[in-house]
C-alpha cells in the first residue's frame, strides 16, 4: 500500500522555522496501531492522517509518537497546506476529528485560516517539583484546560519565557498525569499581545516549536485579560512561530502560513 505523504512547516512563511508535522492522505482507514507505528517513524510532535469523505470534508486524526493528540494546530494547518496543494480548486475544508470537532478552513490569499472550539480553563495548581525543573521561579496564575489535559502558568516576563531552559531529564522523571504545561507571558514586543512556550515530555516531545490546538483556550484566557477579540500570538522557541488570533462567537480563528519542506510516498507491506 502506497501513501502519499508531505512534510510541512507550519505557523511560519519560512523553511526550517515554525513547527514540523507529516501529514499522510489516505485512501483507506488505517488501524490505530499502524498510524501510531508511522507517527514513530516519522519521529515529529505530531503526524496527521487525513481521509477524504466527500469533496471537501475530510475526517482527521493526530497521533504524537506515543499516544492519539485529540486536536492539534499546526498539524491540522499542514492538512491545509496539503489538501489545497493537492487540489487546486478547493478554497474551503471541514475537518471531522476523531473527538467529535468540526474545523471549518479557508484559504485566504496567501494565509490559511482554522476555525476552532474555544475551550475553557480552571484554576488549578503546579506541582513544584514541575515549576522548578522548568525553572520558574513566581507564577502569576495556574490554570487547567481539561479537554488537551494541560497545565497553563502565566509568567510575568516574555524575556524569562524565550530563556527558560528547561531539564528535560528530571521532567520526564516526575509522575504527573498531564499530557503538558503551556507557559505563558504577556509579549514585551509591541507587534504581539502574548507569548508562550509548551513542554510536553510525558506525551510526545520534550517542546513543540509552534502550537495552534492550545489557542483553543489561550486566546479565551487573553482575551478576557487583556479585552481584546483580536491579537498576535508568538511562539518563542527555537524555530518561533507566529499566528493572529480572533475571537468570534464559539470560535477560535488562526490565521498563519505554512510551508512545504518535502512530499512522497511512504509504503505499506500489504
Known sequence: MSIKTYIIDAFTTELFK?????????????????????????????????????????????????????????????????????????SKITFHTHFDDTLKISQNQDQI??????????????????????????????????????VMLEIGSSEVLKNLAPIFSVLRNIETSINGVLVTAQSEQNEYDYEYRYFFPWSGADEDPATGGVQSFLSKYWAKKLNKKKMKAYQSSTRTGSMEIELIDDSVVIRSNAVIFSSGELHLQD
Open 113 to 150: 485560516e482554522m476555525y476552532f472550539p474555544q475551550h475553557g480553563t480552571e484554576k488549578s495548581t503546579v506541582d513544584e517539583d514541575i515549576k522548578r525543573a522548568l525553572g520558574i521561579n513566581e507564577v502569576l496564575n495556574c490554570e487547567y484546560n481539561s479537554f488537551h489535559n494541560i
Open 18 to 90: 515554525g513547527n514540523q508535522a507529516a501529514v499522510c492522505l489516505l485512501q483507506n482507514e488505517l488501524s490505530k496501531q499502524t498510524m501510531l507505528e508511522i507517527a514513530k517513524e516519522f519521529g515529529y510532535s505530531e503526524t496527521a492522517f487525513v481521509l477524504g469523505l466527500n469533496t471537501n470534508s475530510f475526517y482527521i486524526r493526530y497521533f504524537s509518537p506515543s499516544q492519539e493528540i485529540p486536536l492539534c494546530g499546526h498539524a491540522t494547518l499542514a492538512s491545509s497546506k496539503a489538501l489545497f496543494t493537492e487540489y487546486k480548486n478547493l
